[in-house]
DNA sequence: TTAATAGTGTCTGTGAGACAGTATCAA
DNA sequence: TTGATACTGTCTCACAGACACTATTAA
């Protein structure tokens, strides 16, 4: 038994509370009876409490045995100086998979993978995570943020782009403390708004699907070798695993990985062999998550 | 190998080309200038191309040993007259799980269950779904819609509510059919807006989430038996499974059903024992899905 | 009785986990 | 040589799938 929904369900019970409050203290303004707003609505969607949408980025990387995710530091408030998910507004004539793309590239430099164009090109794995819109998230207006995860190799410092003064690759372990100090015991700020749980169900998502799917490769260089895609694991994972049986394991799964014919001695020891990943984004059966 | 990622990355070339074609057709207005684009946002986050929000909900059911979806005719152009996924806007001051718990309420005459509160309550299983924002998919204006899906065991006939002027119980391979024509040769129009695909991907998730937690039992009545519990599968599955084996797996899994101590007869046959659902919500091993 | 569903037992093949042992490099 | 990593092989236990068999009801 593991894992856990990423969103649930409020009772109606409270939607009848809070609509309540807000029929009583006249907020949402034009839209005091009910009735009238499901006739206005149903004839004139145009005449709607406007929302802004925004797409942030839980950008992921393994540097040094450490799960990583991109942070930028926001220049402007709210949460001036604090550290922050990328991100940014949907412009009004772009889908919402063309916005995360484009913040990708702004705020991180890299491109996304183009699932119809064969063959590694080098870029980011990139898929909609969930959608937060909490009415308070934002304390300047009511935005909602649709979340993306992007996965992508281990890079150089990111560039600093956009509105964006400062960018950086930290430990998501560090992003989600708790207790508010770092390793060095400075005291450490949260992430901006409802950055810190949009990041950690991003890591959840990033955990539970490399179970399945093959997407452990999005993390390594184009060319790679089995002791480095267990390291992947074991980083994103947390846990050890054993080097004879995972490499037994994934090497005997059809479609996951293809021998390149090169060897490399990069981390040491024998040469091992290059892989580069094979066609299957679906394995079957799944990697397993030890400590059951 | 199976499954698929419901919702994939843009090339980062296409958004180069969707952002020349809005700077030159004058699309997007006062937004001409990337750099005043970002400049202006950072700033100012309310002179922001506004968006409705809307949630639409995917609520599926077992009836007749079918998958079957609630599906609403809409009363309004666009699409008058069309088949659609019940859904509304979300109001100003609610939470997009509280609109999806409200539109279930009023729309289904469901409510929802509350993870918060322990035991069963009858109430149906909600979670978020995906985000589906394409400039186009709503010819009225900018709508970017949050997709939930709701599970709820099989109930008498859904009343019509707000503006719905009928709403009913559907196969989903009906709802789905590519060729335009249902059993009876019947011409059938294909649901409104993007809400074939919306109802794709609820599907899709619900067969994949059944597998590994244990949610097919929100499909079932409070007390059900293993028999019950088993064309649930099936019909969600659309396979066939050996009712030894299953019976074998199902009551083998800790925490997944709890016996009540009743029995029933009411699927003749022998009297089955009956259970309720256990405290687990995910199931290690998983069920597994035939036909690798 | 027959027909239907419920439930148990038993065999077999696959594969995960544990771990012994060998191979090939650098320092 | 030592120490690191790469890889192969072997044993055992758990469990999925197949299916024979028994149990208990209604008609």
Not at 2 to 21: I, K
Not at 29 to 47: G, N, T
Not at 171 to 179: I, R
Not at 184 to 205: S, T
């Amino acid at each position: 038994m593991r894992q856990a929904t990423p969103y649930s369900a409020a009772a109606s019970g409270r939607v009848g509370e809070r609509e309540a409050a807000a029929l009583t203290t006249g907020e949402g303004s034009v839209y005091r009876q009910a009735d009238d707003y499901d006739r206005r609505m149903s004839y004139d969607p145009s005449a709607f409490p406007p929302f802004a949408v925004t797409v942030d980025l839980v950008v992921l990387t393994v540097r040094r045995h450490a799960l990583c995710a991109l942070a930028v530091r926001r220049a402007e408030p709210p949460f001036q100086g604090r550290w922050a998910l990328p991100g940014g507004f949907v412009r009004a004539d772009e889908d919402l998979a063309q916005a995360a793309a484009r913040e990708l590239a702004e705020e991180a430099g890299l491109h996304a993978h183009d699932p119809s164009s064969p063959g590694p090109d080098n870029g980011a794995h990139l898929e909609q995570l969930a959608t937060y819109g909490d009415p308070e998230r934002d304390p300047r207006m009511r935005v909602v943020s649709v979340a993306h995860l992007a996965l992508a190799p281990d890079l150089p410092a990111p560039r600093a782009g956009g509105d964006a003064g400062d960018a950086r690759w930290a430990p998501v372990a560090e992003l989600l403390q708790q207790d508010g100090y770092g390793r060095d015991g400075e005291p450490v700020a949260p992430l901006a708004f409802d950055h810190a749980q949009i990041l950690a169900d991003g890591v959840e998502r990033a955990r539970s699907k490399i179970e399945y799917s093959s997407l452990a490769t999005a993390f390594c260089p184009p060319e790679f070798t089995v002791g480095e895609l267990r390291r992947v694991y074991e980083a994103v994972w947390g846990v050890a695993l054993d080097p004879r049986n995972f490499h037994r394991k994934v090497t005997g799964t059809q479609g996951f990985l293809v021998p390149t014919g090169g060897t490399t001695t990069r981390q040491g020891g024998r040469p091992a062999q290059l892989f580069r990943a094979g066609g299957a984004t679906l394995l079957n059966p799944p990697m397993l998550r030890p400590e059951v």
